[in-house]
């Protein structure tokens, strides 16, 4: 059952190419949006989008293959966990995002499941 207290589960596109950085630990990081979207139909009986946009995290051997494989507009699906973070840059201002730390990706529409 803990595996369920912080898990999220999405299906969308990227909203652009992974950006992959070297650590001077030598592991890298790959972050990139994705897009997931909802229809419904308006009481006036149009069909109404609504888009959210997601910052997606991935560490490792998984950020190798996301810098290979990834690219714009790419359908995929993700399994990680929610996270936080808060930051003052250097002007002083602070700075809060939420970020999903994926730790296992799968190619939509392929055969091909990409796992830590």
Not at 16 to 38: C, H, I, M, R, Y
Request: charged residues 30%; contains cysteine.
């Amino acid at each position: 059952m803990n595996t369920l207290r912080n898990s999220v589960k999405l299906i969308g596109r990227l909203g652009q190419d992974p950006e992959v950085k070297l650590l001077d630990t030598g592991n890298k990081v790959a972050t990139f949006s994705l897009a997931t979207s909802e229809s419904y139909i308006t009481k006036e009986g149009r069909k109404q989008e609504q888009t959210q946009w997601h910052n997606i995290v991935v560490w490792g051997n998984l950020a190798v293959v996301c810098e290979k494989h990834l690219k714009k507009g790419k359908e995929i699906a993700i399994d990680g966990r929610l996270t936080y973070r808060n930051w003052e840059d250097k002007n002083g201002a602070k700075h809060f995002t939420s970020e999903v730390v994926a730790n296992e990706l799968l190619f939509v529409g392929t055969n091909g499941e990409i796992k830590k």
